[in-house]
């Protein structure tokens, strides 16, 4: 079984609907990191979350440590969020664990 | 934010040459960096941990002969992959931590090679 697992692998969505990505591990972790991969590659870190719940924009990440569990939303999508989206266990060593992505489309 | 650039952004080479990727942290001096490897539709795989000024620790299963890194400052690390086969065609991600509060971490653009 894997240390972290995420769901769903794929998602295609219409324009202003709401996303929730989730995210489920089973070891114990230092941090959470919420990343985004567009097409061409390059990544950007969105959050890195150890308790509660953070904030940008249109974007809300949320963890619940006793339960091992995260989760991503994205209000009101746009076609521009389509990415794949990755979550990633931040442990002793600052060396990240990731999970398998998931692969998000917004259609206009 | 803080913002770590990789050169080249892609490269193309022979059978049997090497060829060098840079990572930079542009804004800030990053004591940690990672290198990763990622395959088509498949998510990162850590190579190696770069401290500056000491040897790189590999992961399992990572030849250190043939992905020599190199972090001579605190804002740059390089990746060489020697004697490069097709199977060595990837794509290669840094990233760099800070050093300021827990676990940051800033990832690089990336660099596509396809060896040839």
């Known amino acids: 079984k894997n240390e972290v697992e995420q769901s769903p692998q794929n998602l295609t969505a219409q324009e202003g609907e709401f996303i929730t990505i989730n995210c489920s591990y089973s070891v114990g972790i230092s941090a959470l990191h919420w990343l985004q991969q567009h097409p061409g590659g390059g990544i950007v870190s969105l959050f890195m979350l150890s308790s509660g719940k953070k904030k940008h924009g249109r974007l809300i990440a949320t963890i619940n440590i006793q339960e091992k569990h995260s989760s991503l939303h994205i209000t009101a999508s746009h076609p521009r969020d389509s990415a794949v989206y990755i979550c990633a266990l931040g442990a002793a060593g600052n060396k990240l664990t990731f999970g398998g992505g998931t692969r998000v489309l917004v259609k206009p | 934010g803080a913002v770590v650039s990789q050169h080249p952004s892609w490269v193309i080479c022979k059978s049997g040459t090497s060829v060098k990727i840079e990572c930079r942290s542009l804004d800030f001096q990053a004591t940690t960096m990672f290198w990763y490897r990622q395959f088509p539709k498949q998510s990162l795989m850590l190579m190696a941990t770069?401290?500056?000024?000491?040897?790189?620790?590999?992961e399992q299963g990572v030849e250190k002969d043939k992905f020599l890194i190199n972090h001579a400052s605190l804002t740059l690390s390089t990746l060489t992959v020697t004697s490069a086969h097709p199977e060595d065609s990837s794509f290669y991600i840094c990233s760099a931590r800070s050093g300021q509060g827990m676990d940051t971490q800033y990832f690089g653009p990336g660099t596509r090679l396809t060896v040839l």
């Open positions: 770069s401290n500056e000024g000491s040897k790189a620790t590999y």
